[in-house]
């Protein structure tokens, strides 16, 4: 998954990503600054997933349909 934010200013902090159950499947934190980053999800199986991505001025929800 490539995440991009609109805001060149902002950066990406954190990226959570659940499970349809509400499972945390995967959380990765960003030691750098950037607006942009590639969150491997091949390990994770077909199914429907919620993403948060945290950054410097809120958190925003995304929602992603995986398929294999």
């Not at 960003?30 to 410097?56: E, P, V």
Request: overall charge positive.
């Amino acid at each position: 998954i490539n995440i991009s934010l609109k805001n060149q200013n902002n950066s990406i902090e954190k990226v959570i990503i659940y499970n349809i159950l509400g499972q945390e499947v995967m959380n990765k934190t960003l030691d750098i600054t950037n607006n942009a980053t590639n969150i491997n999800i091949n390990n994770l199986s077909a199914g429907i997933y919620q993403i948060m991505i945290y950054t410097k001025d809120g958190i925003s929800i995304k929602k992603v349909d995986k398929l294999n």
